[in-house]
Structures are given as structure tokens and as C-alpha cells.
């Protein structure tokens, strides 16, 4: 067989096996699938370059399913290569299978690098892995498979402004244009046109090609490889191609077929195939550079903003040539900037789109990058869907939010954190840490490195004052109780500003003969619950205060912690920011929220009378 | 004077009084003011037709500085309409000042519609007021004023994307290019070619002009407002024009300039000035329409989906002429459709793009509209800093999130929302409710309608059951003690879903001589805290259930309000999504998370033993 009816062939044996699960497991999108069945057959026969027994190897090339709906032709790809069996194709979507509704990484998937299946994604991922291959110097390229319905989310856009800005010319993407979304007729319907001007308008190397014709992709991807710039193929397709009662037919998104119905399809499509293809091989790419050494962290005698001793660190962990960082134009206030000053080829200029951020970093990480990306934590808001598919990708993954809560001050509500501890609470086997001040930042910072998961570091735009030694240790889950006596008649929770502010109420209260208790909850996922447990024990009243709204952040952390631990008996105040703040300077805005030292302590003593 | 002079004495004194504001307040913004001064002169001198005396009125054109650190340059100008006194503009930034660091709409500061200052939203609230004069009749325009460092926002791209295809021809876009950001140079500097084909592209008039000319910038207005479709002026201007130690200079971005520094610029301006000037009066509007009678709620006497019982109860409401829907491209999943069935010219179809959705409306609020907005409830997280900024907007904005937790089922984690609650709960002012049968999910919505503040409704997308009886009702706070008896020994907390297993494994606790008291906590923000204490101190182990992880949900609002009424005593568990859930069915899934009604029952004698 010729090439073109080897590449037919595999189109069809992809469609049918897409129908075959999809029917098997009783839900999933065999329709989105068949559109891109040539578009699939063409790349993974010819063009990406991958190592199936390999597929962690950084030689390949990675292919990113951006429409992660479309899950059956992928996996009926892996069938195709030899990665999954049969029986495990046709046990999509069912409990316990690796071959999931949506495509995840998993011990037994590793083809799958990232997990999709929330639209517009793919492109920022992809993008942060080119951007990873060319700093390794590795050859290799990324393609990425996107719906055209998902064109519509601006994470897209802002993936392509920075592909054409960085100069990438190693990321292909390919949109399956098969012009009916969910619900109807897309918003471009098959206007090939409009889709290439707006990616020529942003910077892209833009071709056209018929999404059915082989020999036509070929050629596309062949331009595409060349085009000395990121490349986008827009492909005019069939939903449902290749069946006579589903192709360009509305009313069938996202439905499997009936045992009969399926019976039917794939008879028009010629049957069931066994065809086996192998991809090409990956070119051979520079050995990873050695671990680097001589990590020395900065070391801090006077008050410093946790924020620009996280930037300090961050420099210095830039010794380990896996280090990375990312900023969204803001560097200067996130002090990412002490990074690129020392590293600058492993600083990345994302410019003020925070979704693509994320997304760059989760696909660095897939490349064996240790990324930070960092911003204001308010606008770290603006990625929570990206961090939330993160925790699905199993990704590791750095993030630093500066300038929380009213303590910023003059500026405002809308540059204040105030719920990103409950954001980042809410992300599964996430950790979130809050140092108070320079020594700790930096012990923290420095294992944030290593962490598995979605860490989250929260930093204070105001100086602080130095509570630790330098030979203090900070391990995640744990805490410090700064100050205790027997006498203790409560115990004052915080974390990061309000640490300071809880010292300041401790030493007025204690000129009152009220002893206080403080304890610096740094890390505030995972809690050290049994040093909260032992003080509501001991002094019988805890008072949680926080630069964050009531919800979910350090008082409800400290909630569960001791309602995790059995019986509860005590009493536990939440001190919180209630009211919107307004403008003001850090110590005004402090004291109206109730945080403050004399407010904290004014609390304390209407609870104990 | 002629016209020319006096656009420019006007963008003389802005200039002036951006420097006197913020210099005053000691921090701000006064660079990206001056950029803007000569584009907002002759906006508000000729082309912008409001009434300043009556803001609010639906007739007035509207302004949306989306480039909200430009603060300075919107209350000069205020200054100039007579809308705030000179003694108000330099009270900028200080405590209890309307004036603030970033536009906030307050009862003091009417002329501001919404909070801006997190960049790239002002487009599509901009929008949503676009549509929703179109909706209304009226011949109003918005005006939009963006940075050009905001355009790397995929939010601005998918409001552009929006405007050309939803055909609005009253909405106007400026872009100040004065090339410098935070940090330095933005991406595309001064390469207006590059943003007019991008605007061209995403099928809007562009215009290119000198952002110092005025008598060009009234040209470019006059035909932006003839364009007939939307428009995008794009000014090449210089970062602290007018000065020459701030003209076009790296480092002075989001600097007050020094007491002496400000004298001189002052004096390079040409000094203070006391112009008043009144902008155009609008247009008179037809008068809105009366106040629709007859809202039938539906009445359910079988199983039905929350989901759809909210699209039936939204369509229900569109007797209301202020009802309006917007989504996500899932119309059929979140049953807005149904609303579309009765009101199509009511709905508006958003794709996917989920913050200019929310955007959208936002701006819709701003203009008396009864706005809902829904998608999945796991794709809310996408637009989670536009909810952030709604609320401080203090909008009235009403969102539903459908397919709750793991009890979607096969499609996996990608579409499961796991953390919607959390989100929602650390929203100022929001309300939070999730109801567990068709009959409360009726009444819920129709009191949505009328709550201020940021609502959501968290859905199910399988079918549950009856519970409630139609003339049920349900108040928001509220909760519903669904069975209950003097021998109780656990009180089982659940909401949606939860409360249908938590009912069947109250029956097989019973059936083993263990009384449980089932909650449908509904309202999970607020919270019936005196229904919650009485369970504890009755039975003295409440065990919270929730389709959600444990973090900032159900069981830490439960967590909260035992503790806010007092001295704990007692036991609480909470039992929640641990690990990380796959595809499955719903009951497996369920079950798998300890959830189901079998799990919760062992969860239960374990605790009792």
C-alpha cells in the first residue's frame, strides 16, 4: 500500500476504534474523534518523532490533546502503536482504567503528559514545553491538537502572542475545524479565512488544508516544521467524518453510539482493523545537564518583605540548573527579577497573562523543569482552572502569590489577596505555605523545590521583622510556637503579617498579666494539628487571625486541624478581614479589619471577661 | 479659545491634577495618567454624552477606565465635570476617601460603574453594557479606555471576539500605546500595525492616531462612532507626556513623583488650571419597560436534575423583563436553553470564554439587568478573579455551576467541580446555596433574582428525587432538618447529592437501631448555625458529607459556624473527596470517595463504636 492509503487506512481503523470504546464504555465523543482521525493518522505515521517505550525520554516530541474530549482517537492511537492493548482501549472510562474519559497521566499513561479535557489549555502547556526543549537545546518539537470550539478562550490568545514573541519554531498547532460545537454551529463555523488572519495577526506561520485529504496534512506539516516560527494548520474537517448518518450532523456531540448504530458506522468505515505503526524515532538530543551545586541561601539579621526574600532565594536556587521561573509582568513587584538577573535564559517574560503562566509552567515541568511562576496573588485568581488541572496533571508545580491581603495597602481591593488561601486550599494534595519573615521565606522557598504537587508560597509586600536564626528549620506541616508560658490563656494563631501583629497583642496583653500564647502557622496545608490540639487543650481559647477573608483560608484550616483530632472542647474566634477594604496605608487597613495588634488584643480581652 | 486649545488647556490640567493627586496621596499612578490625558479631553468634551448630575441614568453613555491604575487621570477628571471637589481629588488613597487607589463604585462615587484595576476586564463589562443598551433600545455607547500592557489578557480577546460576533456597533475601544510597562517595554511597543491587525482580525474598525493630536483624536471618535460595528482606536502615546523628566522614561511606572519634582512638572504644564467643562447630554431613551407579572415557578412531583430545575425556574423568571442568561457554549447542559426557548432575545450566547461571560455580565448589571451566568461549576474557576472584582464592583451578579463533583461520573476530573464551593464561599458577600431536589432548587432561584451581592447555585447533573413538597420554602440562611428524633446519636450534614445518601444511610443506621439526624444544609453561606449547634449539643457528633474536596466547603462552613456560636463541645467529622477521582460511574465514584450512602453508614458505626 501506498503511503497515502496506509495513512487512509489508520485514519479509519482510529475512527472505528473511537467508535468501539466510546460505544463500549456508553458515554465519550466519538464524533470529535472521527473529525481528526487523518489529522492523527498522518502526524503520528510521519511526524512526531517519540519513542512509545520511552515516553518520558525528553528526545520527543510531545503531543498535547488539547480537545481531551476527543480521548478515544488518542487512545486508539495508543492501540495503534502498541502502547495499550485492546481490551484496555475498550475499557475507556470505566472505574480503575488508565484510559479515562478525558486523557490523564498516570503510572500506567504515560503517553498522556498533561491532563485535558477544560478547553484552551493545551496551547499554554505546550507552549512552556517548546520553551523548555529550546533551552535544553533539544531538537525536538511539540504539536498540539486543538478544538475549534476552544479558539474562543483567551488563554489561547494569550499563548499565541507569546509563541510568536519568545520566537518559538519548534510548536505546531492544529486546529480541527469541524465547525459544530457542543451545543450548535461554532462562532467561526468553517471560515478558514478568519482563523488564519487572526493567527498571521499574531505572529503564527498560518496554513489551510482539507482535515480529510492525507497527502494535503502531509504537505501541511511538512510547512509547518519549517515555517522558522510557531505554526498553526487549520484544518477544515467533518464532525462525524466518514459515517454517513453522523458526518456535519447536529444532535451528536458527546454521545456514543448504540451497539446497532456502531455496528452500522464502522461497516461504512471498512471494518475493524489490527494495523500496527511505529513513529519515527526521536533524534538524539544533548545529555541533560549535572545537578548543579553550591546552593547557598541568602541568610537575613534585619526585616526584609517575604516577598523579596522569596526573589533572593529563587536567585539562589538558580545554582540547579533545573530552575526556572516565570513571572506575569510583574517581576519587579514578585522579585523574579533577582532570578533573571542571575539566570536570564531560565526567566521567562509572560507578560500580564496569568492563565498562560500556569500553563507554561506546567509544561516545563513535564520536561523536568523545576518552574516558578509567580504574580500578585489576587491575580493568581485569574488561573485557578489552570492550577486546578495542574493537581489532575500530577504536576509539580511552584506558584508565589505577592502583595496579600489589605497589608498592601494604598492601592486597594483589587490588588489584594483575599481568598487565595481558600483557592489554593481547595486544589487536591496542595501545600500551602506563609512565612513571616526572611529566614523562613527562604528554608521554605528552598523546599518548595522539591516538592511533589501544587505548592503555593504567600508573601507580604511590607517589610517585616527577622523572628528566626538563620539555622532555624521550617519543615513543611510543621509550626512555631514563638512564645508560651503555663499561664497561657490563649493562643494566638497566625501566619505571615499577622504573626507580627499577634506578637505586638501578646506583649500588650502580657503588661495586662493575660498571658498569650503565638504560634506561626507557616505552613497552613498541611497543619501541624497537634501543636494547635495541645493549645486549645492548654489554654482553652484560640483566636485564628488572618489578612484573608473568613473563608477558607488560616481559621478554617485551624478548624479542621482540631476537629481532626477528636473531641473538641474550647472555644475557637476567627479573626478576619470581614468588611471590604478600601484604600488606606497598611496599619489604618489592618486596624479597621480587627488584625491589628490592639484590635487582636481588644478581641482578646472581650473574650476572656 | 477654539476647540483645539481648549482639548488641550483640559488634557493640560488632567495632566496637572493626576501629578497633584498623587503626589498628595504620596503613590499612584501619574505616568499611565498622562499618557491618557488628551484621549479622556476630548472624550469627555464632546463624545462621551452623559449626564454628570445623574450618573445612573440608563440614557448616559458609559466609561469604562479599564486601565484602572489611571485612577488619577478619572477623578482629574471628575475634578473637571464638577463631580467631586479639588479638596475630594486630593484626598486620593487616603482612609475612608471615595477616591481610591483603583475605581471602585461607591454611593459617594457614582460616576464609577465597576471596580477595575485587575487589567483586561474593563472590555467585557464594557460589552455586557453594549448588549444590554441594544437590548433595551437605547442609543447609548460605552467607551472602553485600556493599557496596551492589558492586551496580552485572553479576557480582552475573547470580549473581541464576542463584539464582532454578537454585531455590537456601540461599543467603542481605546488603547493607550504608550509602550512601557510595570517592568519595562510591553511586547508589542509601538507597533500599532500589529494591534490594528489583530482588532482587523477579530472583525473590528481599527484606527490608528497620534494620542497627542486632539483635533485627530476627534477625528478618530467621530468615525469609531460611524463604524458600525465595534471599534478600536489605537493612540501611539508617550508614558508621562508632557514632561520631560516622565516622557517616554523607563522607571517611573506607578511612581508619585516628589513635592519638588511635582512643581517642576506642574510648571513644564503650564501650572493649575480651574476649567469646567459639561460633556454632551445624552440621548432620551425609550422608558424601560414595566415590571413583568405572572412568574410561574415550576412545580416538581417527580425526580428530576437540579440542573434542569434550574434552567425550567430561569425560564420561568423571564417573565420578568429584567431577566437576562448568559453561557458558556453548554446551554444544553446547564439548561439556559430553556430560557433561550422563551426569551431568545434575552440570551446571549457567550462560547467558550468564560471570564467574558462573567464580564459580560457584570456590565449587564451595571444597566438594571437581572443577570444569570452558568457553565460547568468545575469551569467557574476560569473566571474566578472576574468574580473577585464583581464583588467588589458590588455587583448583583447571579451564577450557576453545574455538574457538581464526582457524581458527574464517567467523564472524569477534568469536568468535576471540586472546589466550587470554596471558591464561592471566600466571595464578599456571596451567597452560596445548593439544594438537593427540583421543588428548593425552584424556590432558590427565584429568590437569586432578588439577592445583591454575588449568588451561586451549585448543581447536579444526574436526577435526584422528590423531597420537598411544592409550598416548601426556603429561606437563604436556612437549612431543612429532613428527619429527626429525641434518640439521635449523629447528626448527618449534607447538601445536594449528599442529602439523598445521607437519607439512605440514615435507613440502614436505623435499621440497626442507630437514630440519625439528616440536614439538607442548602444554604452553605450563609449557614443556619442554631440548627447546626442544636445537632451537636443534642447528639454530639455532627458528621458533615460533601461531592467536594474537604477543604473550604460544606464541612468547613459547618466547622465555622459551630465555632462562632460559642464554646465547642462535641465531635465533628467531616467526610469529603480525599483522593483524586477517575472516571467511573456515579455510585462507584461516590462510593470510592466515602460519600455514598453505604460508606457514610461505616463511617458512622465506626465513629459510634
Redesign the interface.
Known amino acids: 500500500m501506498d503511503r497515502v492509503g496506509g495513512w487512509n487506512e489508520l485514519a479509519a481503523q482510529l475512527a472505528v476504534d473511537s467508535i468501539r470504546s466510546s460505544t463500549a464504555?456508553?458515554?465519550?465523543h466519538p464524533t470529535s474523534s472521527l473529525s481528526a482521525a487523518h489529522l492523527l493518522s498522518v502526524l503520528w505515521s510521519d511526524h512526531l518523532r517519540t519513542d512509545v517505550a520511552d515516553p518520558k525520554s525528553l528526545a520527543n516530541d510531545r503531543f498535547v490533546l488539547s480537545k481531551?474530549h476527543a480521548s478515544p482517537l488518542m487512545y486508539s492511537m495508543l492501540r495503534a502503536v502498541g502502547a495499550i492493548t485492546d481490551e484496555q482501549l475498550l475499557s475507556f472510562?470505566?472505574?480503575?482504567?488508565p484510559v479515562?474519559?478525558?486523557p490523564?497521566p498516570l503510572p500506567d499513561m504515560p503517553w498522556v503528559d498533561v491532563?485535558?479535557?477544560?478547553?484552551?489549555q493545551g496551547l499554554p502547556v505546550a507552549l512552556g514545553m517548546a520553551l523548555a526543549m529550546r533551552m535544553d537545546g533539544l531538537p525536538a518539537r511539540v504539536w498540539c491538537l486543538m478544538g475549534d470550539?476552544?479558539t474562543?478562550?483567551?488563554?489561547?490568545?494569550?499563548a499565541m502572542?507569546?509563541a510568536s514573541?519568545h520566537g518559538v519554531d519548534n510548536l505546531i498547532a492544529i486546529v480541527d475545524v469541524n465547525r459544530l460545537?457542543?451545543?450548535g454551529p461554532?462562532?467561526l463555523g468553517w471560515d478558514l479565512d478568519?482563523y488564519a488572519?487572526?493567527a498571521?495577526?499574531?505572529?503564527w506561520h498560518a496554513i489551510q488544508v482539507d482535515g480529510h485529504d492525507v497527502a494535503a496534512i502531509d504537505d501541511a506539516y511538512l510547512e509547518a516544521e519549517g515555517a522558522g516560527r510557531p505554526a498553526l494548520v487549520i484544518a477544515r474537517t467533518e464532525k462525524g467524518h466518514g459515517v454517513s448518518f453522523l458526518a456535519d450532523a447536529e444532535g451528536w456531540h458527546g454521545k456514543a453510539l448504540s451497539a446497532e448504530e456502531a455496528e452500522r458506522a464502522i461497516a461504512e468505515l471498512g471494518g475493524e482493523r489490527a494495523i500496527r505503526i511505529s513513529p519515527p524515532k526521536p533524534e538524539t538530543g544533548p545529555a541533560p545537564g549535572a545537578d548543579g551545586t553550591g546552593v547557598v541561601l541568602p541568610v537575613y539579621t534585619d526585616a526584609i518583605a517575604t516577598r523579596k526574600a522569596f526573589g533572593e532565594t529563587l536567585a539562589a536556587l538558580a545554582a540547579r540548573p533545573d530552575v526556572v521561573a516565570i513571572d506575569a509582568?510583574?517581576?519587579?513587584?514578585t522579585y523574579t527579577?533577582d532570578l533573571q538577573k542571575v539566570a536570564p535564559d531560565r526567566f521567562v517574560e509572560g507578560?500580564?497573562?496569568?492563565?498562560?503562566m500556569i500553563g507554561m509552567a506546567v509544561g516545563m515541568q513535564v520536561l523536568g523543569k523545576v518552574a516558578f511562576a509567580a504574580t500578585f496573588a489576587?491575580?493568581l485568581?485569574?488561573a485557578?482552572?489552570f492550577v486546578?488541572?495542574a493537581?489532575?496533571s500530577r504536576a509539580d508545580l511552584r506558584l508565589s502569590g505577592s502583595h496579600a491581603g489589605v497589608s498592601i495597602?494604598?492601592?486597594?481591593?483589587?490588588?489584594m489577596a483575599?481568598?487565595d488561601l481558600?483557592?489554593m486550599?481547595?486544589?487536591?494534595?496542595s501545600t500551602v505555605l506563609y512565612p513571616c519573615d526572611g529566614n523562613s521565606t527562604a528554608k521554605l522557598v528552598a523546599r518548595m523545590a522539591d516538592l511533589p504537587g501544587v505548592s503555593y508560597i504567600r508573601t507580604t509586600r511590607e517589610k517585616t521583622a527577622r523572628l528566626y536564626d538563620v539555622d532555624a528549620e521550617f519543615p513543611v506541616g510543621g509550626s512555631v510556637v514563638v512564645r508560651s508560658s503555663a499561664e497561657d490563656r490563649v493562643a494566638l494563631v497566625g501566619a505571615g503579617i499577622t504573626v507580627h501583629e499577634s506578637l505586638a497583642a501578646a506583649d500588650a496583653l502580657a503588661a495586662e498579666g493575660i498571658a498569650a500564647r503565638v504560634i506561626d502557622c507557616y505552613s497552613i496545608?498541611p497543619i501541624d494539628a497537634a501543636t494547635l490540639r495541645t493549645a486549645l487543650s492548654q489554654t482553652g481559647l484560640v483566636v485564628t487571625v488572618e489578612d484573608h477573608?473568613?473563608?477558607?483560608?488560616l481559621?478554617?484550616?485551624v478548624?479542621?486541624a482540631l476537629?481532626?483530632q477528636?473531641?473538641?472542647?474550647?472555644?475557637?474566634?476567627?479573626i478576619a478581614v470581614t468588611a471590604?477594604p478600601?484604600?488606606?496605608?497598611p496599619e489604618?487597613?489592618r486596624d479597621?479589619a480587627g488584625i491589628s495588634a490592639g484590635r487582636i488584643a481588644e478581641a482578646v480581652r472581650g473574650l476572656l471577661t
Chains 1, 2 share one sequence.
Open positions: 464504555a456508553g458515554s465519550g481531551g472510562r470505566t472505574m480503575g482504567s479515562q474519559g478525558h490523564v491532563a485535558t479535557g477544560s478547553l484552551g470550539s476552544e474562543t478562550e483567551g488563554s489561547v490568545w494569550e502572542a507569546n514573541h460545537g457542543q451545543r461554532t462562532m478568519t488572519a487572526r498571521v495577526a499574531f505572529g509582568e510583574v517581576s519587579n513587584s527579577e507578560y500580564i497573562a496569568e492563565q498562560n489576587a491575580f485568581t485569574r485557578y482552572d486546578r488541572m493537581a489532575i495597602g494604598e492601592d486597594g481591593p483589587s490588588q483575599l481568598e481558600a483557592m486550599r481547595a486544589v487536591h494534595g496545608k477573608w473568613p473563608e477558607g483560608g481559621g478554617d484550616a478548624l479542621e476537629a481532626s477528636g473531641e473538641l472542647s474550647g472555644r475557637v474566634v476567627k471590604m478600601g484604600s488606606g496605608t489604618e487597613l479597621r
